[in-house]
């Protein structure tokens, strides 16, 4: 059925926040986009003239797609090749959402994100719906077909998992700048003593290459672990050039919200490292190099401006 063009801008409207949603139910733009079509697809053959309220209509046709999705992306990645990690959204990129609220930055940050993976489906949709979006647990139980106290209760399990995973306070933007800044130039100092310093002493450090990049399948763990790689991972090399296609210089933006190194070759993004930093140092480092998560990242860095690099690495 043709839509009229009043009818597409109604879900064109509804659009940013539909892709906000699906992003944070699936932790890939490339996934959210294809549920946000699909949900298109069903409000172009729906009679949308019988529907009262078409964004919280187009909520749930959107909600329960990702429910399938995630269900099926599980058994996609327990075949995964290494470790997986969510696609990650430079600044300024309009998937992000909302984020008028300290909850509305958390549930998108890139160290939830992760977190969120370990939740159920609908453990994953009621944290996102109420955390990210606010919605009342009234209309999240009738998006997902459950009662208000399911509903409640769902939330205060997600919340927990959460928090259990996220038991540090992370700093503010200039003391993140700060530390970044230490440790380009603890990781480019050939040293590992200065970047043990900088790390929490159960720190990690994960790299995604979706088997199309050398990534290791497991996490490093541990203060030296983690320095003895990024010592490694910064020091010059033949090989790496060739893999990367040049010298990356690394710029310093956001990700997700949180403090980012963007590793960059003649334009084209080939890497993403975000990094968790705590009032303890930093806890995390997850680095983003498969190219089919970086299309996006390319795109939003390609339209903005972001002058010389910090530092050339390889």
């Given amino acids: 059925m043709a839509l009229t063009t009043d009818e597409v801008d109604r879900f064109e409207a509804c659009r940013p926040r539909l892709e906000a949603i699906a992003y944070r139910l699936l932790g890939s733009a490339s996934e959210a986009e294809d549920a946000v079509q699909e949900a298109f697809l069903r409000w172009q053959a729906a009679d949308v003239d019988r529907i009262d309220v078409p964004e919280a ?3 749930k046709v959107l909600t329960n797609l990702c429910l399938n999705q995630l269900t099926s992306a599980r058994a996609r990645r327990e075949t995964y090749v290494g470790q997986w990690l969510p696609e990650p959204l430079l600044a300024g990129d309009p998937m992000l959402g909302p984020a008028d609220t300290a909850e509305q930055r958390e549930s998108v940050s890139y160290a939830v994100l992760a977190l969120l993976e370990r939740l159920s489906p609908n453990e994953r949709a009621v944290y996102v719906l109420r955390e990210a979006f606010d919605y009342p647990h009234r209309e ?3 998006i997902l077909d459950l009662s208000e106290a399911a ?3 769902i939330l205060h399990r997600a919340r927990k998992h959460v928090a259990d995973g996220r038991a540090r ?3 503010d933007e200039a003391a993140a700048r700060q530390i970044v800044d230490e440790f380009l130039a603890a990781a480019t100092s050939g040293r590992t003593e200065p970047l043990v310093r900088l790390l929490t002493r159960d ?3 994960i790299g995604d290459g979706g088997g199309r990049i050398p990534a290791r399948t497991k996490a490093f763990e541990g203060a030296v672990a983690v320095a003895k790689f990024m010592r490694g991972l910064f020091k010059p090399s033949r090989a790496k050039r060739e893999l990367a296609g040049g010298s990356p210089g690394l710029h310093l933006t956001t990700a997700n919200g949180g403090p980012a190194l963007v590793a960059v070759v003649d334009g084209r993004v080939v890497g993403v490292l975000c990094l968790e930093i705590t ?3 930093i806890a995390a480092f997850r680095n983003q190099v498969n190219p089919d998560k970086l299309a996006r990242a ?5 339209a903005t401006d ?4 910090l530092v050339q690495v390889f």
Avoid: F, K, M, Y
């Fill in 57 to 59: 209509w187009l909520t």
């Fill in 140 to 142: 999240i139980a009738g």
């Fill in 151 to 153: 509903s409640q209760q």
């Fill in 169 to 171: 306070t992370e700093v």
């Fill in 203 to 205: 720190a990690v450090a």
């Fill in 279 to 281: 009032t303890e140092g």
């Fill in 298 to 302: 390319n795109r939003q860095w390609a």
């Fill in 306 to 309: 972001h002058g010389a690099p």
